[in-house]
């Protein structure tokens, strides 16, 4: 990675990140971001109380069982609080509450904010992806699959693929491996950091990752974006979508909602100032393209 791969944070940012130091403020803008959350869910109909207590009652006992590994060692980095969870993504309370809090968070990304966001943004996703890949992918690995969302789009959009997804938190597995019971097709659920799958090399023809990067510091990333080229067949495709730094939203928001976002993503900062394009560049990736998919996303394709 060379220097001209960062930019350095804005003034706005630097400020933010001061605020976010004094530690009672950062669990006060926690604590409000997350009640945000909830109460825009509710006020859209989607039953965030509701379902929290419906996968409360379930035995979560045999789903765990068949996607942990309990050998597993987590890295530091996926050990720190984040979207106002203690313990991170390796709680059942985060787990249960992350399809909620997803239809929550894009249902106003779109006027007239409603909790079709979701799909819709998981759609233009497929849109740009449909229009840069050639030919349709038979064999595709969701990085950070979390509880199966975007492997299950995927799959309603490649629904003869062969799917794989890899996550960290046993627990949002767990969830994947219940939900996938409604689908007409398995899908492979693998607990594993996405930097060191452990799965065959050029063994894909699509590896996504979709809504993840944001979550990472910057030399996971780029171990990740290795990792992506090591698994992908020669002409095979690697891409990404996530939040657009370019996005005038992000860059005119106001202190205040940029320190709750901050609040809940520790690495958004390595994230906004990662220069995606040039490293993958630099790995030798060919027919790159960056596409706004959404006021405030972006989808970038890469060709191995
Ligand atoms: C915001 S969620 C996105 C989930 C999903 N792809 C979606 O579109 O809804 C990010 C996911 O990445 C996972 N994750 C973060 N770092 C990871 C890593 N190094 N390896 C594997 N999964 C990781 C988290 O556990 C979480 O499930």
């Known amino acids: 990675m060379t220097a001209k791969t960062f930019t350095q944070p804005t003034f706005t940012s630097q400020i933010v990140n001061g605020l976010l130091s004094i530690k009672p403020l950062?669990?006060?803008?926690?604590?409000?971001?997350?009640?945000?959350?909830i109460e825009r869910a509710e006020r859209l109909g989607v039953p965030w109380r509701k379902r929290f207590q419906e996968y409360q009652q379930i035995d979560w006992a045999p789903y765990l069982s068949t996607v942990q590994n309990l050998q597993l060692p987590y890295p530091d980095y996926y050990?720190?609080?984040?979207?106002?969870?203690?313990?991170?993504?390796?709680?059942?309370?985060?787990?249960?509450?992350?399809?909620?809090?997803?239809?929550?968070?894009?249902?106003?990304?779109?006027?007239?904010?409603?909790p079709q966001g979701d799909a819709k943004l998981r759609q233009s996703y497929?849109?740009?992806?449909?229009?840069?890949?050639?030919?349709?992918?038979?064999?595709?690995?969701?990085?950070?699959?979390?509880?199966?969302?975007?492997?299950?789009?995927?799959?309603?959009?490649?629904?003869?693929?062969?799917i794989t997804g890899v996550d960290l938190s046993p627990y949002f597995?767990?969830?994947?491996?219940?939900?996938?019971?409604?689908?007409?097709?398995?899908?492979?659920?693998?607990?594993?950091?996405?930097?060191?799958?452990?799965?065959?090399?050029?063994?894909?023809?699509?590896?996504?990752?979709?809504?993840?990067?944001h979550e990472l510091p910057a030399t996971i990333a780029c171990q990740i974006f290795t990792e992506a080229q090591r698994l992908l067949s020669p002409g095979g495709?690697?891409?990404?979508?996530?939040?657009?730094?370019q996005s005038e939203i992000y860059e005119k928001?106001?202190?205040?909602?940029?320190?709750?976002?901050?609040?809940?993503?520790p690495y958004l900062d390595q994230y906004f100032s990662l220069d995606i394009a040039a490293i993958l560049s630099e790995l030798g990736f060919r027919n790159i393209t960056i596409t706004p998919n959404s006021p405030r996303h972006r989808t970038i394709v890469a060709q191995k």
């Open 126 to 162: 497929h849109a740009v992806m449909l229009d840069k890949m050639a030919t349709p992918p038979q064999r595709i690995l969701d990085l950070g699959c979390s509880v199966g969302m975007s492997s299950f789009a995927l799959q309603d959009t490649y629904p003869h693929a062969e």
């Open 26 to 37: 950062a669990n006060f803008a926690k604590s409000r971001a997350r009640s945000m959350m």
């Open 79 to 114: 050990l720190r609080a984040f979207h106002a969870y203690e313990n991170g993504n390796l709680s059942w309370d985060a787990a249960w509450e992350v399809e909620s809090a997803a239809y929550s968070v894009h249902s106003g990304i779109w006027k007239d904010a409603n």
């Open 253 to 265: 928001m106001p202190p205040y909602i940029l320190t709750l976002l901050k609040s809940t993503e």
């Open 237 to 245: 495709y690697f891409t990404l979508m996530d939040m657009n730094p």
């Open 173 to 213: 597995l767990a969830v994947a491996q219940y939900n996938s019971q409604q689908r007409p097709k398995a899908i492979a659920w693998k607990h594993a950091p996405a930097e060191a799958t452990g799965l065959e090399s050029a063994s894909f023809d699509l590896v996504s990752a979709c809504l993840m990067f």
